[in-house]
């Protein structure tokens, strides 16, 4: 595995051709990193799931370029999905739309849908841009970590995650920490009106006023969403919300909250985008400093916020 910390045009030239030889290639993007595969290689894709330990009934995101990617890898795309994708890609949302032939079940695990993404990094889009030019449709990419671990928010999250585990030609590529933080919102468009499987930062309020539809609830039962599993997100470290930090432990709690003394403050955040862009790397921190309890004081509000607070429930869940 070699880390690249300088994206040259050269070097994303190279990272697609990894891609398309059907190595891993860790990229960033602005929600968290993904661990990249050809989305139509079902041997690489076989790879990527080894290398998460995820189980193969979980389906994966694939990224595109541009909302004309949508028509190749979909169809029956509702009209308030274009408006969707309209209005929010590149960007934190993932649409899932009834899949093309393309879209084999390798990549939606057995389901008649796909979930497909636009990011907005432009690393990650020069990266997909490049792949296309080298003949590629579209690149698979769940979170760069191990099934069930918090996502990686720097180049180095995904080395210290996923470096046992990668090979000598896969690569990372370092765009810096993500600006987001937490994972994309996930909206499913094969109904009538849009439903929302994950919170992210495109929130029910924006995709209300973007189709003028109500945004119904989820019924996770009814489709494979990991990142809806009760339990996801996990540091080592136990991670208890919303109690009095004790001598030893760590805290995350917005910044107008003091450090009791003995307490190992990991993160003081003081706006909402701070919380959310600062919350993987101080559950990661905990673990590099060997803490066995994280008392997090939850954000409130909506939006992002209720994002946040989707991710802290499934983090503290075991
Ligand atoms: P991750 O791969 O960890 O970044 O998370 C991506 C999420 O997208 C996972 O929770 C997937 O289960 C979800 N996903 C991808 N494709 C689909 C789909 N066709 N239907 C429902 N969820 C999907
Ligand atoms: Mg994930």
Redesign the pocket.
């Given at each position: 595995m070699t880390l690249l910390s300088i994206c040259t045009t050269e070097t994303i030239k190279s990272a697609a051709s990894a891609l398309r030889s059907g190595n891993l290639v860790a990229f960033p993007t602005e929600t968290?990193y993904?661990l990249g595969a050809d989305a139509s290689n079902q041997t690489a894709i076989a790879k990527l799931y080894a290398t998460k330990g995820r189980p193969a009934d979980?389906?994966?995101?694939v990224h595109i370029a541009s909302l004309d990617g949508m028509g190749q890898w979909a169809r029956d795309i509702p009209d308030y999905a274009i408006t969707l994708a309209r209005d929010f890609w590149p960007g934190p949302m993932?649409l899932?739309l009834r899949r093309s032939k393309l879209a084999q079940d390798f990549i939606?695990g057995g389901?008649d849908?796909?979930?497909l993404r636009v990011p907005a990094h432009p690393i990650a889009l020069a990266l997909i841009n490049e792949f296309y030019n080298q003949g590629g449709l579209g690149i698979a990419a769940?979170?760069a970590n191990r099934f069930g671990a918090v996502?990686p928010t720097t180049a180095q999250a995904v080395e210290e995650e996923l470096s046992q585990y990668l090979l000598s030609d896969d690569l990372i590529l370092d765009g810096g920490p993500c600006l987001v933080g937490v994972?994309s919102t996930?909206i499913?468009c094969t109904g009538p009106a849009p439903m929302i499987?994950?919170l992210g930062a495109i929130t029910p309020l924006m995709v209300e006023e973007s189709t003028g539809l109500v945004a119904l609830e989820s019924n996770p039962a009814a489709?494979?969403?990991?990142?809806?599993l009760d339990s996801h997100y996990s540091p080592k470290a136990k991670v208890i919300l919303d109690v009095v930090a004790e001598t030893g432990d760590g805290l995350i709690a917005p910044d107008q909250i003091p450090t009791p003394n003995g307490v190992v403050r990991l993160a003081a955040p003081s706006t909402i985008e701070e919380y959310a862009r600062d919350l993987y790397r101080a559950l990661r921190s905990a673990d590099q400093k060997g803490l066995e309890v994280v008392v997090v004081l939850q954000p409130g509000g909506d939006g992002l916020a209720a994002a946040i607070r989707d991710r802290l429930r499934r983090s503290a869940t075991r």
């Open positions: 968290v993904g979980h389906p994966l995101i993932t899932v939606t389901q849908t796909v979930g769940p979170s996502s994972e996930i499913d499987l994950r489709i494979r969403v990991s990142g809806s």
